[in-house]
């Protein structure tokens, strides 16, 4: 499936210094968005302008920063959890589930070790 998140508009919260959203979908794997340590509720997000429907997430965390985490979508301007996750560590973090449509898809980081990085955020609609 063809990664829907690339190249669109990344929004996030404060990020640090040069990490900025736009290296988290940008299908470069040597770069990444980076939150600022300053920021307790870092989130990362992908606008596609419209409704579209997805049904998969994936999210490259090299450094294994990030230890638990939420999905959202925002569909005619309401934020909906798509589900919650406890992290084992995972580098690669798969997430699958029933067809959404959104026009946002966001990863709100509950929980990491360190200032959290997003290397690749994909989106997928799976056949």
Do not use: H
Not at 2 to 18: C, G, H, I, L
Not at 21 to 26: A, I, P, V
Not at 94 to 103: A, D, H, K, P, T
């Amino acid at each position: 499936a063809e990664n829907v998140a690339k190249f669109q508009r990344a929004n996030s919260s404060w990020s640090d210094d040069y990490a900025i959203m736009d290296f988290g979908n940008d299908d470069d794997f040597g770069t990444a968005w980076r939150s600022s340590p300053s920021v307790d509720e870092p989130w990362y997000e992908v606008e596609f302008f419209r409704d579209r429907p997805v049904n998969a997430v994936c999210i490259v965390d090299r450094e294994r920063s990030i230890r638990s985490y939420r999905l959202m979508y925002e569909s005619a301007g309401e934020w909906k959890e798509i589900l919650r996750r406890e992290d084992d560590g995972r580098e690669i973090k798969l997430e699958r589930f029933g067809r959404i449509y959104g026009s946002k898809i966001r990863v709100e980081i509950v929980e990491s070790n360190r200032a959290p990085s997003i290397w690749e955020f994909c989106v997928y609609d799976e056949q």
